[in-house]
């Protein structure tokens, strides 16, 4: 898991505490992501493909989240 800097962990017993998991891991491979993108200045089709794969994964990890949020 990536670190956590500033954010506050929550208690696994909260009851928030896997909404806050799933965030945060989203958070961690948006914030691969950002780092991936900057390091590039020009466009490549293999480059293209490496981030909307990212970010179909990120998307997925922030689906998994509005079930719950949906029903609280």
Known sequence: MNEL?????????????ITWH??????SHLDKLIKYVGQFEEGESAIDEQIESDLILVIRHLEDVLPKIETE
């Open 5 to 17: 800097n500033d954010i506050p962990q929550p208690d696994p017993a909260w009851d928030y505490y």
């Open 22 to 27: 799933k965030l945060f891991k989203a958070k």
